[in-house]
């Protein structure tokens, strides 16, 4: 099993196309911290359809708590300020991908603690900053998926 974290979402719409995501794929979701949205928010329900009994979703306080809620796992943070592609990276079993919000992406000192475990999704055009959260999290999973044959 893949994990998928989503450090202090913002935007209810993505989350909710991101747990429908997850639901397909029988990957485990992880919000981290404060969301930008309540939980119940009518556009988060209405974008993850009615997929969310098959949603595995588990819910911690901040980034310690995640680390210590998947003690053998290799966390893996995407981020528009890394070097490295994720096309480069050997995924495997157990593996959490972690996302950061939509308008900030995720905290400088949770990048700088894993540095060689950043990874981007290259992009052709310098004017576009980043792509869509739900679209990037699409993305590498399912390379992460090809790459262990979970599809």
């Known amino acids: ?9 913002e935007i209810p719409p993505n989350t909710g196309n991101i747990a429908r995501l997850c639901a397909a794929t029988n990957t485990q979701l992880h919000i981290v911290g404060v969301t ?5 928010d009518r556009t988060l329900k209405r974008s ?4 969310w009994d098959h949603v595995q979703l588990v819910r911690h306080i901040d980034i ?3 680390y210590a809620s998947l003690p053998a796992s290799r966390f893996f943070y995407l981020t528009t300020k890394a070097s490295r592609k994720y096309t480069e990276t050997k995924f495997e079993e157990g593996d959490c991908l972690v996302f950061g919000p939509e308008t900030r992406g995720l905290p400088m000192d949770i990048l700088r603690a894993s540095p060689d475990n950043c990874l981007k999704i290259p992009m052709s055009n310098p004017n576009v900053r980043s792509l869509n959260l739900a679209t ?14 979970a599809l």
Do not use: K
């Open 1 to 9: 099993m893949l994990h998928i974290a989503l450090y202090e979402p």
């Open 36 to 40: 930008g949205f309540r939980m119940d």
């Open 48 to 51: 993850g359809l009615d997929y």
């Open 64 to 66: 310690d708590a995640l």
């Open 136 to 149: 990037s999290v699409g993305i590498v999973l399912y390379e992460a998926l090809r790459q262990i044959s």
